[in-house]
């Protein structure tokens, strides 16, 4: 039995739906999905129809603690931690809207804030509240977000305006005493949420120094050196 | 009305209940298909772990954007199928799992306690076009077809364990592709 050559663009609905492709033809595809409805419900249509296969799959238990992990991280996200980030975004309006005053009027505060909070012998309390931090990425209008919730030992991390070169990647470091510490390669455009150890963590007050690198793709090699410092930035209370 | 037809209508109506922020509905859709939805997870990534991952993936992403099942174009099931091959194919992509790291066969340990996703396979999936439609494709058609869907290998991937060229496992399920699409009307 012999069939009638399909389109390209039948070719690639079915071989999409059966997630066959890579490279250039997978981006192709995307962008269709994307675009053209008229495709978008060609894939489904091979989808729904494919997905039929399934009877032949048998079911397998997973381990019996995957529902509390489930649930643990919805309910992480709707309730506390909703409340905690719309007040946190009402925070951070406030102190994006604060930071447009003068540098002078930050260094009189800093003046003003320091002595009091470092007494001499004093050590940096353990911050209770979060901490934020906003990095302006040199010669753009451009900023990267960082919070750092401390209940919860985590940081957020907001590259929303900033986009892939496919080249580099960059790298955000808590500047410490005894050198730079990692926190984590930033995904651009995304709001991305890292789990931040207690020896780490316990490292992070007010004031704390971060800095960007840029770095090949994946970061900086393991041992290796840190790529050139592209952005700073510090810890502020909010 | 069949158990599989009472099973569909039950997990449609969990769909819905879950689309307006019930979370007691996501419970029942978990009881009803996570076996099920596990062992599409296992079978392409290989390994218990990160099929779990995917699997939390999958029903996380469910939660927050329930609204994008629509029960007018396809099955409940066939659709929670369909997003959790999608989900375990992307994570399989990202080059971040070790293919077969556990030889599935040991990881399965099939279990029977998912009724209702069962009773809704068997009335909706057993009787479909797409197993009669396979079944009159060449064998090596067949073969390729079925090795991508269920494991979710790439053509490069089909092409180095079948031992032939690129090009001939691409033409070999181009032209399956060709005969399925006429023969289940798409």
Not at chain 2, 6 to 17: C, G, T, V, Y
Not at chain 2, 27 to 55: H, M, P, Q, V, W
Not at chain 2, 158 to 180: I, Q
């Amino acid at each position: 039995m012999s069939a009638p050559e399909l389109t390209e663009k039948e070719r690639l609905a079915a071989e999409h739906a059966l997630r066959l492709l890579e490279g250039e033809e997978l981006l192709q595809a995307r962008g269709l999905m994307a675009n053209d409805p008229e495709f978008a419900a060609e894939v489904a249509q091979w989808e729904d129809k494919l997905s039929h296969l399934q009877v032949a799959q048998p079911p397998i238990a997973p381990g019996p603690e995957l529902w509390a992990r489930i649930e643990s991280e919805i309910a992480g996200n709707r309730s506390a931690d909703n409340d905690n980030v719309v007040s946190l975004q009402k925070s951070v309006r406030n102190w994006q809207f604060a930071s447009i005053f003068s540098a002078a009027a930050a260094i009189a505060l800093a003046f003003f804030a320091f002595p009091a909070m470092f007494g001499p012998g004093e050590q940096p309390a353990t911050p209770d509240a979060p901490l934020m931090a906003n990095i302006p990425i040199a010669d753009t209008p451009l900023r990267l977000a960082v919070t750092y919730l401390p209940e919860r030992e985590e940081i957020l991390v907001s590259a929303s305006g900033l986009t892939a070169d496919g080249v580099h990647d960059h790298e955000l470091w808590l500047v410490a005493d005894d050198g730079a510490k990692s926190l984590g390669v930033v995904v651009p455009g995304e709001e991305r949420r890292v789990a931040i150890d207690p020896t780490l963590a316990s490292l992070i007050t007010d004031g704390s120094q971060m800095v960007l690198t840029r770095e090949p793709l994946g970061g900086a090699p393991k041992g290796g050196e840190a790529g050139p410092v592209v952005a700073q930035g510090q810890f502020t209370q909010i | 009305m069949s158990s599989g037809d009472i099973a569909r209508e039950e997990l449609k109506a969990a769909m819905a209940r879950l689309a307006n922020g019930d979370r007691s509905a996501l419970e029942f859709i978990y009881n009803a298909t996570s076996a099920k939805l596990f062992g599409i997870c296992l079978r392409i990534l290989g390994e218990r772990n990160e099929a779990e991952d995917a699997l939390q993936d999958v029903y996380v992403n469910l939660w927050r954007s329930a609204d994008r099942y629509d029960p007018e174009r396809a099955s409940p099931i066939s659709w929670l199928a369909t997003f959790a091959r999608n989900r375990a194919i992307d994570r399989l992509r990202t080059g971040k799992v070790q293919r077969g790291a556990v030889p599935v066969d040991e990881a399965m340990e099939i279990t029977d306690d998912a009724p209702l996703a069962d009773a809704m396979l068997e009335t909706e999936q057993r009787n479909e076009k797409i197993h009669h439609c396979l079944g009159e494709l060449e064998e090596r058609q067949q073969d390729a077809i079925r090795t991508a869907f269920f494991n979710g290998a790439t053509y490069a991937e089909l092409a180095e364990t079948r031992d032939v060229p690129l090009g001939t496992m691409k033409s070999w399920v181009r032209r399956g592709l060709a005969k399925l699409k006429r023969c289940l009307e798409i």
